[in-house]
């Protein structure tokens, strides 16, 4: 390294960095016709050894400072130059007064070039990087600018609603006329239409809480078209008292009573309220011409069922509640696509037995119903021909997962989360080899027959974690199977999740705990939709209890974490 050099001459940039290439090169083993992956960044060498790094100098940096070193020594003793005169004209040493003067020359050019002085006829200039970030998913960004023009004072403002994909959603430009520069507010200048969009992405509280900004803003919320109600969200830092969050929903709705809304969410986890009460809300709602609608409530409401079957523009319809729903002869959602049901108890608008019950769901995509009860007299039929069609994707679906599985019997941890193929698909588990390494085994949604198939070809399984319940699982079938060989040597952890207390499951927690010899922990997690029926979940605990056990030393737990 040419330290003597930099000490009195500065390097062009260039050669520094050739000389910094030469050292990283040395230090990593690096070759000219071979490089190697370097998992330590250049600039973490240059650190002080005291903070990780090895104390490798800034070479272009280090020539400054050395030079500007120079320069500090003449401040502080200014004879230097005259005693290297005296010594040249009195013992003839040093170099020539010319050189001298040369080098002092050059070195007020280096330490011009070191300290960046500006020329004055080129003054600098700052260039500003400007992009794009993209909101985070399901939200919308907006841009706005406006400009002026400053002789005539003319002003215009333009925005762009945007995705997370960078894709437009809307947009607006207006004409502010005359007005003076900073005067506008552009924000304000947007469309109530566009702001009660921009709104409706924030929680309704929030929204309301605009209203404060200004004159312009009071009453800009009430184009939301999003609205959700919890009484177990804070305000202001505190959660409400049921009267207040009673008052606060009441008034909320008596100022969108002219708007339309889109989606609507109420989740009553808190307080108990009046029946009435809430099925007014809803049938509020439900007038409004609403598309999403989700309903969260453990006690019983009452819901009106000429309004839920007459709002045709439902696409999104959750209702977790207990109520007992009128369901009429023939009815039809056009719009519907998704229908989740949890604890409702449906029953005919006919008292005498006439024709079947025809619900007509043409889009119906989704359907799930847990803990309901079908007290009709007569047959009801759910014509969803878009579900029967994702019905036969399934079994595709099914078929796919039969040979991925034969190629993977070699496996030691297996989780099968296939949604309802597991049950639609019956041929999966039929003609598999034995997984002789399988020791953890997961399953979403099976049935009895294919669980049997498993567990008779896994050998040495240790945990086995059940989600969300098991279908078609006879009493007979579990009463002449015989026991799978893993029950007797090897499994140890059995989990139920989404338990729904049906009477073949605790065939199941029968069969488990009467066979498995060395089983030592059974984790039973009860169904969310539980919380919303009448059932002694005490009585049922007792009845899992008292069954025989095989192993002395299996511990049985309860947990109230529900898996949906």
Known sequence: MPSYTMQSTLLPKGICLKIEKYCREFVRGDKPNKKIWHTVHWDDFKLPKHMGGWGFRNLYSFNKVMIMKLNWGLIHNPDALWRSRNEFVHNHKAAHVTAIVHSVLQLVRDSSRCLHVPSHDSPSKSVIQVGWT??????????????????GSRSACGGALCDQLGRWVSGFQQNLGQTAFGEKDLISKLHESILGHILSFLPTVEAICTSVLSRRWIHVWTSITSVEFDDALLFSGKKMQQEQFVNFVNRVLLHLANSTIQSFSLCLTRYHYDASQVSAWISFILERRVQKLQIQYADKVLISSHSLFS??????????????????????????????????????????????????????????????????????????????????????????????????????????????????????????????????????EVTGEALLHLLHNSP????????????????????????????????????????NVHEHELYLAKFVMANAAILERMTISTAFWLRYVDIDMEKVKEQIFSLPKCSRFCEIEFSNDSVS
Not at 134 to 151: C, F, I, Q, T, Y
Not at 360 to 372: D, I, N, Q
Not at 465 to 494: E, R, W, Y
């Open 134 to 151: 993209p909101p985070p998913e399901g939200w919308l960004k907006a841009n706005s600018d406006g400009s002026v023009r400053m002789g």
């Open 460 to 499: 040495i399984l240790n945990t086995l974690v059940l989600l969300n319940g098991v279908s078609d699982l006879n009493k007979d079938i579990l009463t002449s199977a015989s026991v799978p060989h893993c029950f007797q040597s090897s499994l140890k952890v059995f989990q139920f999740k989404g338990f």
């Open 311 to 444: 709002c045709s523009s439902l696409v999104d319809l959750v209702l977790q509640t207990r109520c007992t729903l009128s369901v009429p002869i023939s009815a039809s959602l056009p719009n519907l696509q998704k229908l989740s049901i949890s604890g409702i108890r449906l029953v005919s608008d006919s008292s005498t037995y006439s024709k079947d019950i025809v619900l007509s769901f043409p889009v119906l995509k989704v359907f799930e119903a847990r803990g309901c009860e079908w007290s009709t007299i007569q047959n009801i039929s759910i014509q969803a021909p878009l579900l029967e069609r994702q019905k036969d994707n399934m079994k595709k679906l099914g078929f796919q997962a039969h040979k991925l599985l034969r190629q993977i019997h070699e496996v030691e941890r297996l989780k099968l989360l296939f949604y309802k193929v597991l049950m639609h698909a019956k041929d999966i588990f039929t003609h598999l080899p034995a997984f002789g390494r399988l020791t953890y085994l997961q399953l979403n």
